[in-house]
T-cell receptor
Framework: TQLLEQSPQFLSIQEGENLTVYCNSSSVFSSLQWYRQEPGEGPVLLVTVVTGGEVKKLKRLTFQFGDARKDSSLHITAAQPGDTGLYLCAGGPRSGTYKYIFGTGTRLKVLA | GAVVSQHPSRVICKSGTSVKIECRSLDFQATTMFWYRQFPKQSLMLMATSNEGSKATYEQGVEKDKFLINHASLTLSTLTVTSAHPEDSSFYIC????????????FGQGTRLTVV
């Protein structure tokens, strides 16, 4: 059972546009991570957010952790073709374990 | 970031044979490693959690006799797909966490298994 729902599932935009990806859950997580994955490769960690309400910026990417630590968003400004990929959020760790649960994923395609 | 190496990156095997996939943490000790399965255009599904020196903990619905996991050292975990069938064809990915930190996981590059 997926506990983390991401929206949208698919997104195709033109270069230069802005976009926001959402990661929502009914569960509280002690931390949340965002990854980007390219075809045939493993996910690469972009950021970890730990504190409710936390905002982190990574160049054109802005990540926010919800106040209640149940949701998160990823905002990309002026998207570029190099941003194309599968974006995954992961919440955890689960109580008493080190397990992280992955979201359903958002597939982004940025057209030149 | 830390390096996790997965081998092989691609493997094709005949139906009924077994395949072993290795996951190594190259520059850190990983008390815990995780094995995921990913179907095309889908997210990662956790299969099992592998702890060094103890039995793996499998997620609900994952056959432990089919997906054998061994975590013999702090730097190596293996996943063996036994008696593979075409429906086992998938992308398998491992991740490892630092021994003393639980907030970050580093992923291997994945193994594309094709059973013919």
């Amino acid at each position: 059972t997926q506990l983390l729902e991401q929206s949208p599932q698919f997104l195709s935009i033109q270069e230069g546009e802005n976009l926001t990806v959402y990661c929502n859950s009914s569960s509280v997580f002690s931390s949340l991570q965002w990854y980007r994955q390219e075809p045939g490769e493993g996910p690469v960690l972009l950021v970890t957010v730990v504190t409710g309400g936390e905002v982190k910026k990574l160049k054109r990417l802005t990540f926010q952790f919800g106040d209640a630590r149940k949701d998160s968003s990823l905002h990309i400004t002026a998207a570029q073709p190099g941003d194309t990929g599968l974006y995954l959020c992961a919440g955890g760790p689960r109580s008493g374990t080190y397990k992280y649960i992955f979201g359903t994923g958002t597939r982004l395609k940025v057209l030149a | 970031g830390a390096v996790v190496s997965q081998h092989p990156s691609r493997v094709i095997c005949k139906s009924g044979t077994s395949v072993k996939i290795e996951c190594r943490s190259l520059d850190f000790q990983a008390t815990t490693m995780f094995w995921y399965r990913q179907f095309p255009k889908q997210s990662l599904m956790l299969m099992a959690t592998s702890n060094e020196g103890s039995k793996a903990t499998y997620e609900q619905g994952v056959e432990k006799d089919k997906f054998l996991i061994n975590h013999a050292s702090l730097t190596l975990s293996t996943l063996t797909v036994t008696s593979a069938h075409p429906e086992d064809s998938s992308f398998y990915i491992c991740s490892a966490r630092y021994k003393t930190a639980f907030t970050e996981a580093f992923f291997g590059q994945g193994t594309r298994l094709t059973v013919v």
